[in-house]
C-alpha cells in the first residue's frame, strides 16, 4: 500500500514539473480559429462573443481579419459584432474598404450597425448607394447604429445630401423613430423630389402628431396624382385616426381644409371623408346642400372612416334617383355595414345588413353584401346566409361566407349540429374545390391554415 | 419537552413485524423521534440501538430499509458494525450503503473499504461508488489498482477517483488511458474533466489546466475522441479567462 502511495505521489510530482501551460486567452482563441475544423472554430467564436474581455483582446481579434478567407472573415465579423467592442472598428473599416465578398462586406457593415456610432454614419453612407446586399446591410446598420451623434448626422444627409440617399435617410430615421427629426420631414414634405417628399410623408405618418398636420396637407397637395397622392393621404389620415393627440390633428386638419382654397377643397374631401368626425361630417352636409358641390359630398360620404353616416346615407340612398349615386351609397353601405369600428353592436350591424338586403337591386350587389356581412361572426349571421345557399345566382358568396363563419371553431362548435348540416349543403352546392376542402375540415373539427 | 422513550416501543414492535404491504403509519411516532433527536443525544443513542437491532436476523427486508434510511439521518459509529453486515447480502446492501455513504464516522468509510476486497461483481461496484461519493481519500490505492481490473469495475473507480479530489486521485487518473475501450476510456475522461472542473472551482487554475492540458494532448487526433478534444479545449479556455480576469 505504502509503495502505492509513493508511485502516485511521484507521478504527481511529475506532471507539476511537466511544461507550463499557455497564460494567454487570446492566443489560445487565435489558435482555435486557425483550425479547419469548424466545431474548434465555434469554440473560439464563442470565446471571443463572451469571454477574452478586454480592448487589447478585441485589436488582437480584429486584426486577424485581414489574413482570413472570406468565409472565416464572415464568422469572425458576426462574433466581434456580438462582443460588441468599438475597438474592432479601424481594422473593420479597413477590411470594408479592401474586401470584395458581397457577405464580407453585408457582415462588417452590420457589425459597424452594432457597435459604431455617429462616426460610422459617413462610412456606411457610402454603401447605401451601392447595391443590395449591401445596401440593405447598411440601411439596417444605419437603424440600428446607436447614438443622437447618428440622429444629427442621419438628418443632415435628409436635409442636404446627395439626392438619391436623401429619401433613404428619412425613411432610416423613421424606421429609427427619430423625433429629433421630424422638423427635417416637415421641410421635406414639399421637396421639388417627389422620392424626397414621399419619404417624409411616410415618415410623418409614422411620427407625425398635431404641429405637422399644416406641412402634411401641403405635401397631400403637392403630391402627384395616383400612388404618391394616395400614400400621402394614407400618412395623413393616420396621423388624424390612429397617432398620438389625433382628436387634435383632425381639428387642425378642419381647420386647414375651411380655410383652403375653393380650388384646393376637392383634393381634401378623400381625407375629409376617411377622417371623419362630427364637423366633418357638418361640412358634408353644407357641401351635399348645395348642388353644385353635392358630388363632392357625396365622395367624402362614401369613404367616411365607421358606420355613424348611416343614417344619412340611408337617406340619400332613399330619395336619389340618380343610378350612379344609388350605386355609390349602396358600395358605401355594404363597406360599412360590418365594419369593427366598435361603433355598432352585433346586432345592430346585422340588422343594418338585413335592411340593406331589399335595397339591393342586382345579384351582383347582393353577392357583395352576402360576402360582407360574414364579418359579423354570430350566428344569427349565419341564419341569414343560409337560405341564400339554395339561391343559385347567390350560392357561392353564401357559401363563402358559410364557410368562413365556419372557420371559427368556438361558433361553429356551440352550434355544432346547424353547422354540419349547412357545411353538408356547402359541399353539394359550391363549384369552388377550395370551399369544398374547407367544409370537409371544419366537418372533421380540423383547422385551415389561409394561403 | 423531552421525548417519551417508552411511547417507541409499540411502533418498533410493529416495525420488527414490518413487511412491504403493510400499514406504515405506527411509524410517524418513529419518524418524529429522528426529527427531535438531532437536539437530544439520549433520544439519538437510543433510536440508533433500537434501529440498529432491526438490521438482525428475523426482520424483513422492507423494515431493514426503513432502519437504513433512518440510520442514514441520526446513525454514528456505533450503528456501523450492524450497517457493515448488510453490506455483502445483495438484498440490503445498497440500502446499508446508502446509510454508511452519509454517516460523517471514519468507521463507515472503514467498513465500506474492507468490504471492498470481499464483494465482487454489482455489490462491489456499489462499494466502489459509495466510496467514491464519500471523497474517501483513503481508497485511492485501492481504486487505483481497479483500474485495471474489468471494465465495469474499473469504470466505476475512474468514476469514484474523479469525485476523490486529491492530487493522488488526480495522478491515478491522469496514468490511466483515456482512449481504453469498453466504457473505461470515456469514465476516465469524465472524471478527468471533473477533477479539473473542481480544481478550476477551487482557484487552481493552473493545475485545472494542467489537467485539460494532459488530456487534450492524449487524444489528440485520434480517432473518435473529437468530443473530449473539444471539450478539453473549452475548459484550457475557461481556465485562461480565469487567469486573465484575476491577474
Redesign the interface.
Given at each position: 500500500m505504502r509503495f502505492v502511495l509513493c508511485c502516485l505521489a511521484l507521478f504527481h510530482v511529475l506532471l507539476c514539473v511537466e511544461r507550463a501551460p499557455a497564460a494567454d486567452p487570446v492566443a489560445a482563441v487565435i489558435d482555435l480559429l486557425s483550425r479547419d475544423d469548424p466545431d474548434f472554430r465555434a469554440i473560439g467564436l464563442e470565446r471571443i462573443r463572451y469571454a477574452a474581455q478586454g480592448e487589447a483582446a478585441t485589436r488582437q481579434f480584429a486584426d486577424m481579419l485581414a489574413k482570413q478567407p472570406p468565409g472565416r472573415q464572415v464568422e469572425l465579423l458576426r462574433a466581434l459584432a456580438d462582443r460588441g467592442d468599438k475597438a474592432a472598428i479601424p481594422a473593420v473599416i479597413s477590411l470594408l474598404t479592401a474586401a470584395k465578398d458581397p457577405a464580407v462586406r453585408s457582415a462588417a457593415i452590420a457589425l459597424l450597425g452594432s457597435v459604431g456610432g455617429g462616426a460610422e454614419v459617413a462610412v456606411l453612407k457610402q454603401s447605401l448607394a451601392s447595391g443590395d446586399p449591401e445596401r440593405a446591410a447598411a440601411k439596417r446598420a444605419l437603424v440600428v447604429l446607436r447614438g443622437d451623434e447618428a440622429v444629427s448626422q442621419l438628418t443632415s444627409v435628409a436635409r442636404s445630401g446627395e439626392v438619391g440617399l436623401r429619401a433613404l435617410a428619412i425613411d432610416i430615421l423613421a424606421e429609427r423613430r427619430a423625433r429629433a427629426a421630424v422638423p427635417a420631414f416637415v421641410a421635406a414634405a414639399t421637396d421639388a423630389d417627389a422620392a424626397v417628399r414621399g419619404a417624409a410623408m411616410r415618415a410623418l405618418g409614422k411620427l407625425g402628431g398635431p404641429d405637422e398636420v399644416p406641412a402634411m396637407v401641403q405635401g397631400f397637395l403637392e403630391a402627384a396624382a395616383g400612388t404618391e397622392r394616395n400614400d400621402a393621404e394614407k400618412a395623413l389620415v393616420a396621423v388624424c385616426t390612429d397617432n398620438p393627440g389625433k382628436e387634435r390633428s383632425a381639428e387642425s386638419f378642419l381647420a386647414i381644409f375651411k380655410a383652403t382654397a375653393e380650388a384646393d377643397r376637392e383634393a381634401l374631401l378623400s381625407p375629409l371623408g376617411r377622417i371623419g368626425g362630427p364637423r366633418a361630417l357638418a361640412i358634408v352636409d353644407d357641401l351635399l346642400a348645395d348642388p353644385a358641390k353635392r358630388d363632392l359630398g357625396l365622395k367624402a360620404l362614401t369613404r367616411w372612416p365607421d358606420a355613424t353616416v348611416t343614417p344619412k346615407l340611408l337617406e340619400l340612398l332613399g330619395t336619389t334617383q340618380n343610378p350612379a349615386e344609388r350605386e355609390m351609397l349602396l358600395g358605401a353601405l355594404i363597406r360599412i355595414a360590418p365594419l369593427p369600428d366598435n361603433k355598432f353592436n352585433d346586432k345592430q350591424k346585422l340588422d343594418l345588413v338585413v335592411k340593406i338586403m331589399p335595397l339591393c337591386q342586382t345579384d351582383a350587389e347582393r353577392a357583395k353584401l352576402l360576402e360582407r356581412v360574414n364579418a359579423i361572426r354570430t350566428v344569427e349571421t349565419f341564419r341569414f346566409v343560409l337560405p341564400y345557399v339554395d339561391q343559385p345566382a347567390l350560392a357561392e358568396p353564401a357559401c363563402k361566407s358559410v364557410v368562413e363563419l365556419a372557420h371559427h371553431r368556438n361558433l361553429r362548435d356551440a352550434h355544432k349540429d346547424e353547422f354540419t348540416k349547412a357545411l353538408d349543403k356547402v359541399i353539394a352546392t359550391t363549384k369552388n374545390p377550395e370551399f369544398v376542402e374547407r367544409a370537409n375540415r371544419y366537418k372533421e373539427g380540423k383547422t385551415w391554415e389561409r394561403k | 419537552m423531552p421525548f417519551d422513550l417508552m411511547s417507541l416501543d409499540a411502533p418498533f414492535a410493529a416495525l420488527k413485524a414490518y413487511d412491504w404491504g403493510a400499514d406504515a403509519a405506527a411509524f410517524k411516532t418513529i419518524d418524529d423521534a429522528v426529527v427531535a433527536a438531532h437536539g437530544d443525544a439520549v433520544l439519538r443513542a437510543d433510536l440508533e440501538k433500537r434501529l440498529a437491532m432491526i438490521l438482525g436476523a428475523g426482520t424483513s427486508r422492507a423494515a431493514k430499509e426503513y432502519a437504513c434510511r433512518k440510520l442514514m439521518m441520526i446513525g454514528t459509529a456505533a450503528s456501523v458494525p450492524a450497517l457493515a453486515a448488510l453490506l455483502k447480502n445483495a438484498d440490503n446492501s445498497h440500502m446499508a450503503r446508502f446509510a454508511l455513504e452519509r454517516i460523517s464516522a471514519p468507521e463507515a468509510a472503514q467498513a465500506l473499504r474492507d468490504a471492498l476486497g470481499s464483494v465482487q461483481g454489482n455489490l462491489r461496484i456499489g462499494m466502489i461508488e459509495s466510496l467514491g461519493g464519500r471523497g474517501d481519500a483513503a481508497s485511492?490505492?485501492e481504486l487505483?489498482?481497479l483500474l485495471s481490473a474489468d471494465p465495469p469495475v474499473a469504470a466505476a473507480a475512474a468514476t469514484a477517483l474523479g469525485h476523490i479530489h486529491t492530487?493522488?486521485a488526480?495522478?491515478?487518473l491522469?496514468?490511466a488511458d483515456p482512449l481504453a475501450g469498453s466504457g473505461v476510456g470515456r469514465a476516465v475522461v469524465d472524471a478527468r474533466l471533473a477533477s479539473a472542473e473542481a480544481l478550476l472551482a477551487a482557484g487552481k487554475r493552473?493545475d485545472a489546466?494542467?489537467v485539460y492540458?494532459?488530456l487534450a494532448d492524449a487524444v489528440k487526433g485520434k480517432p473518435g475522441a473529437?468530443a473530449v478534444?473539444?471539450a478539453a479545449?473549452?475548459g484550457?479556455?475557461?481556465?485562461?479567462?480565469t487567469?486573465?480576469?484575476t491577474s
Open positions: - | 485511492v490505492p487505483a489498482r492530487p493522488e488526480l495522478a491515478a491522469s496514468a493552473v489546466q494542467r492540458q494532459t473529437k478534444e473539444l479545449a473549452r484550457i479556455l475557461a481556465c485562461l479567462d487567469l486573465a480576469a
